[in-house]
């Protein structure tokens, strides 16, 4: 009996290796999602220098330069730059000071210099070019000593 069943299952065997096995397949499905994102990254900060008249404290002005900060981002974003709201003064400086950031870039994006909000709807990177003017009204002028300004630029 024990050698009728091993025949059997070997000939059972042999007759199943002729058949191909049934195929089965899946699929398996990836989803992502991106959301709109923005880096900055700061790569120099601003000098201002003061003009001629003692009535503007600017990067723009001879011996200024603009702060710089690199930009990469998904697109769907704005940017923008916040108003001044933190200043160091020297003591002697009692007046006011009308202080005015503006920004431009150049890169995977053409941004003309602009104080406004800029939509970037598109992917990549860029170089932001960061100013800011401080400027005296009427007969008021710039004292001496030091002078600071944070400009926040914002990028959402």
């Known amino acids: 009996m024990k050698l009728f069943r091993a025949t059997i299952g070997a ?3 042999v007759a199943s290796l002729g058949e191909t096995a049934s195929a089965t397949t899946q699929n398996v499905i990836f989803n992502g ?5 923005c880096t900055l990254v700061i790569a120099t900060n601003g000098t ?15 011996g ?3 702060g710089t900060v690199t930009l990469t981002t998904t697109g769907g974003v704005s940017l923008s730059v916040d ?7 020297p003591s002697a400086d009692t007046t006011s000071t009308t202080w005015t950031p503006t920004y431009s870039a150049a890169g995977a ?7 406004s909000a800029t939509a970037i709807t598109t992917p990549g990177a860029d170089l932001v070019s960061v100013n800011l003017a401080g400027t005296k009204g009427g007969s008021n002028r710039f004292a001496n000593g030091n002078y600071q300004a944070t400009v926040t630029l914002r990028c959402e």
């Open 11 to 13: 000939a059972l065997l």
């Open 33 to 37: 999602t991106i959301t709109p994102t």
């Open 48 to 62: 201002m220098t003061v003009s001629p008249d003692l009535q503007s404290l600017s990067s723009h002005n001879s």
């Open 64 to 66: 200024g330069s603009a």
């Open 83 to 89: 108003p001044v709201t933190t200043t160091t003064v």
């Open 109 to 115: 994006h053409s941004i003309v210099e602009t104080g």
